[in-house]
């Protein structure tokens, strides 16, 4: 069964410096997507990025970067120069490509606190 | 455009009772998620709709959960007799279809407390 792991519960930083939230994931699909995404305090989950299972590349959007690593069933986030606005919980989340239908499994969430 | 609505915002009912929940997806989409996020459990899913059908009620916690879609739009969440561990965060999601590719938008969510 698909199994998605954030093992960061709570992440505190200082304005403008970089973080990077974690994310371990399980699936016996060679075919899956992975996500992340913000829920602020307003609640409303909010899609950030994707990335495929066949594309390890990783890629800079905007303060935005990840690292997807296949052979460690990893897949990082990292805002550069976070912002207090950052401040929400941040959900990684696994959907499998068989039969899913595109239903998310999502990790815990690590609520990240971005001081001024 | 307009996001996913979902109704009411809020919830209090008492232990026994029946509450329906709403969610207006967002036009064209045809597939549609019920999620609910709770502290215990975090955000776990409900069903899928794909049109009026559901191919995936997987996740309705017990026979007291039951979900219907009508005209390939708004989807109704209902909970007979209200039990106190059904307290959450009740989330609609919708996509153009339902697939592992396509990105979920999500409504604000019911927040439904059982007394």
């Known amino acids: 069964a698909q199994k998605v792991t954030q093992a960061q519960t709570e992440i505190s930083v200082v304005e403008k410096e970089d973080v990077t939230l974690d994310c371990v994931y399980e699936?016996?699909?060679?075919?899956?997507?992975l996500f992340w995404y913000k829920q602020p305090p307003s609640g409303e989950l909010v899609f950030l990025i994707r990335r495929n299972s066949f594309d390890e590349q990783n890629e800079i959007s905007g303060r935005y970067s990840w690292n997807f690593q296949k052979s460690t069933s990893s897949f990082n986030f990292t805002i550069t120069a976070s912002q207090v606005v950052d401040s929400a919980v941040y959900f990684c989340a696994l959907s499998e490509g068989g039969t899913s239908y595109g239903k998310l499994t999502f990790g815990q969430g690590t609520i990240l606190t971005v001081h001024p | 455009g307009a996001g996913v609505s979902q109704s009411p915002s809020n919830k209090v009912t008492e232990k026994g009772k029946d509450v329906e929940l709403r969610c207006d997806p967002i036009?064209?989409?045809?597939?549609l998620y019920w999620y609910r996020q709770s502290l215990g459990q975090g955000l776990e899913f409900l069903i899928y709709f794909q049109g009026n059908s559901a191919p995936d009620k997987s996740g309705l916690p017990s026979d007291r959960f039951s979900a219907e879609r009508t005209g390939g739009s708004v989807s109704t969440l209902t909970i007979q007799r209200t039990q106190q561990e059904d307290s959450a965060v009740y989330l609609c999601?919708?996509?153009?279809?339902?697939?592992?590719?396509?990105?979920?938008?999500f409504g604000p969510g019911t927040r439904l407390t059982v007394l």
């Open positions: 999601a919708s996509s153009l279809k339902g697939s592992s590719y396509n990105e979920q938008f």
């Open positions: 036009s064209g989409h045809t597939a």
């Open positions: 699936t016996r699909d060679t075919t899956y997507y």
